[in-house]
């Protein structure tokens, strides 16, 4: 499996965060293309690249990874529910992820957290914008 499809499966399955039970199947990767919510939407922000030691030996990948999680206004106290989870699990979250285990992060950072709001009278979201170091 690929490394996506696996963090993909740690945000559903991984009862700690417990993601999957506020947004359930709802994750899409690049776009969310169905009014159904709340729902997490994650891009990749720079491609998987090597890091290597001071040996020149690849000794792990790293990338940037995107999570937008949107709500409607009835829902909007999810988002600090979320928050709080993210930080707390995500923050300092090593070990395996995907359905094997084959896929196993070494370490996470959350560069970035913000809150925002689409300005639309007919059909008002709320965003929690998260976005993660992390190293495989």
Do not use: W
Request: proline share 3%; hydrophobic share 35%; glycine share 8%.
């Amino acid at each position: 499996m690929s490394f996506m499809t696996d963090f993909r499966h740690f945000l559903i399955n991984d009862t700690t965060l417990g993601f999957g039970t506020v947004v359930g199947n709802r994750i899409y990767q690049g776009i969310n293309t169905r009014s159904e919510y709340p729902a997490c939407v994650y891009n990749i922000r720079g491609g998987d690249y090597d890091k290597y030691s001071f040996a020149g030996t690849t000794t792990f990948k790293s990338t940037k990874v995107q999570l937008d999680v949107y709500v409607q206004e009835t829902d909007i106290h999810l988002l600090e529910e979320i928050q709080v989870k993210m930080v707390d699990r995500l923050g300092k979250y090593s070990g395996p992820i995907g359905p094997t285990g084959s896929t196993v992060i070494k370490t996470t950072q959350i560069r970035d957290i913000a809150f925002s709001y689409n300005d639309d009278i007919q059909n008002p979201l709320y965003r929690l914008l998260v976005d993660i170091n992390l190293t495989y």
